[in-house]
């Protein structure tokens, strides 16, 4: 069982979770623990320099299952997907399929890909 009022305790106030709802703590740590499915922003930018050592921003993606459906009103199978900014802060968007989340991810970048 997830304990939803410690993630609901990480995002008030200010901090890295800032204005996130408290699913994104709960990602945040899954993604520490080395889980979740990653892409980068090098992958999503076609002028990013080839053999550039920098993959620039780090986005982990999960698909939500039923426990975590249940605890925090999402629905099973879409995907959540988290990046950190430059600062900090720690950002989401939860979409139906990894083509949406990429496309999110390089709008929220500035690069368009269609």
Do not use: C
């Amino acid at each position: 069982m997830i304990d939803t009022k410690k993630y609901q305790e990480m995002v008030q106030g200010p901090g890295a979770f800032e204005g996130e709802p408290p699913e994104v703590a709960y990602f945040y740590d899954l993604a520490l623990e080395g889980q979740g499915e990653k892409f980068f922003e090098a992958d999503i930018d076609p002028e990013w320099p080839e053999n550039f050592e920098d993959v620039g921003i780090v986005f982990t993606m999960f698909y939500v299952d039923a426990d975590e459906s249940d605890a925090f009103d999402l629905n099973i199978d879409n995907i959540v997907t988290i990046w950190e900014d430059s600062q900090g802060f720690v950002f989401h968007r939860t979409t139906e399929n990894t083509e949406q989340a990429k496309k999110e991810a390089a709008e929220w970048l500035g690069i368009n890909i269609d």
